[in-house]
């Protein structure tokens, strides 16, 4: 069995697909007015799983001629709760639709910030698992 039993369901393309590339420019583009003013891009990333829970994080990598300041994502955690185009209940529905292992999504809980360098800082996302209920025989 593979250490990190949850990462074969979340290769890139579908991270990218759960939460598309794209989404950036329209979260600026709808808190800025224009999405060229974003200062950097946002993409889910695949971190680690256990029995009971499985972490990803939002990395935000700076975008070129832009400065990926502090104050630029430290409150994003907040916002990330809730604007609508990030939809970050949208984004565990989508990562519960993924698992096929007995297990689903239960809570979630958006982390702090972590500047990872100039250039990328993170949102930890941590999404518990609870076990599926076996059907109901008939």
């Given at each position: 069995?593979?250490?990190?039993?949850?990462?074969?369901f979340f290769p890139n393309h579908v991270l990218a697909?759960?939460?598309?590339?794209?989404?950036?420019?329209?979260?600026?583009?709808?808190?800025?007015?224009?999405?060229?003013?974003?200062?950097?891009?946002?993409?889910?990333?695949?971190?680690?799983?256990?029995?009971?829970?499985?972490?990803?994080?939002?990395?935000?990598?700076?975008?070129?001629?832009?400065?990926?300041?502090c104050n630029l994502t430290h409150g994003l955690p907040?916002?990330?709760?809730?604007?609508?185009?990030?939809?970050?209940?949208?984004?565990?529905?989508?990562?519960?639709?993924?698992?096929?292992?007995?297990?689903?999504?239960?809570?979630?809980?958006?982390?702090?910030?972590?500047?990872?360098?100039?250039?990328?800082?993170?949102?930890?996302?941590?999404?518990?698992l609870v076990h599926e209920a076996p059907a109901d025989?008939?």
């Amino acid at each position: 069995m593979s250490v990190r039993p949850f990462e074969p369901f979340f290769p890139n393309h579908v991270l990218a697909d759960i939460f598309p590339p794209d989404r950036a420019d329209r979260f600026f583009e709808a808190l800025l007015g224009d999405a060229s003013e974003g200062a950097y891009d946002i993409s889910l990333a695949f971190v680690d799983g256990t029995d009971d829970r499985i972490d990803f994080e939002f990395q935000l990598k700076k975008r070129p001629g832009r400065c990926l300041a502090c104050n630029l994502t430290h409150g994003l955690p907040d916002v990330f709760l809730r604007h609508p185009v990030i939809d970050i209940a949208g984004v565990v529905r989508r990562i519960d639709e993924r698992i096929s292992n007995g297990k689903r999504c239960g809570g979630w809980v958006l982390g702090r910030t972590r500047d990872i360098s100039s250039a990328m800082h993170v949102i930890p996302l941590t999404v518990n698992l609870v076990h599926e209920a076996p059907a109901d025989p008939v």
